[in-house]
């Protein structure tokens, strides 16, 4: 199976006809795709300007969006080995036991759905790398009451959701499900509160 790097490569290749280099393009978001696949395919499409349902797309968007693509997995990777390392310090000075970070962390290795949206036309409009920049800057400072990717305070629950967990907290304003160690024990009740108020 074709790794990320390689199949970048083929997006890239003017020696391959345009629809293998738009499969090669998806293929790669089953390797890396922060909102989940079919999220990440329409934010990259919507940014880019391709229609995603076009099979022949032109060359320079494809381009466009793999670069984007790219440019949020070398965030995410880098922040993976600093957390690695983190881990590695952590049980060599016998801190065995991971914490709510890391459980989230453990649900997102590789990048997959790390700031996931269920719905997938509903995620933020901002390039991927700054999306990551701001989850992970939420992940590395103090719980707080807001969304880290768009600072907004409407949150509410969501159940049935196509990800692990299948339940969570969800930001109304860009869609993605807020990774619950970045909230305050009391936004979490505000925000199963509002999920309640909703159904009623």
């Known amino acids: 199976m074709a790794g990320f790097r390689s ?5 890239r290749d003017p020696q391959c006809d345009m629809a293998l280099r738009r499969y090669s393009l998806r293929k790669c978001l089953e390797r890396f795709a922060p909102y989940g696949h079919r999220a990440t395919w329409d934010h ?11 099979r022949s797309p032109d060359p320079a968007s494809l381009v466009a969006a793999l670069d984007e693509l790219e440019e ?9 080995a600093k957390f ?10 016998g801190l065995r036991s991971p914490g709510s ?3 989230w962390h ?14 997938p036309g509903v995620h933020p409009h901002e390039p991927l790398a700054e999306v990551l920049r701001r989850l992970i800057a939420g992940l590395e400072r103090k719980p707080g009451a807001a969304c880290p990717v768009c600072e907004d305070t409407r949150l509410t629950w ?5 990800h692990e967990p299948s339940s ?8 993605i499900v807020v990774p619950r160690p970045v909230l305050t024990q009391r936004a979490l009740a505000e925000a199963r509160r509002t999920r309640l108020l909703v159904s009623a």
């Open 168 to 175: 969570g907290p969800v930001c109304t304003h860009c869609g």
């Open 158 to 162: 969501k159940h049935g959701l196509a």
């Open 44 to 54: 990259l499409c919507s940014r880019t300007g391709m229609d995603p349902e076009d």
């Open 106 to 119: 453990r649900l997102t290795w590789g990048g997959c759905g790390v700031a996931w949206c269920d719905d």
């Open 7 to 11: 199949l970048a490569r083929q997006v």
């Open 72 to 80: 949020a997995r070398a965030v995410w990777l880098a922040y993976e």
């Open 101 to 103: 970070i890391d459980d």
């Open 84 to 93: 690695a390392e983190r881990r590695k310090r952590e049980k060599h000075d």
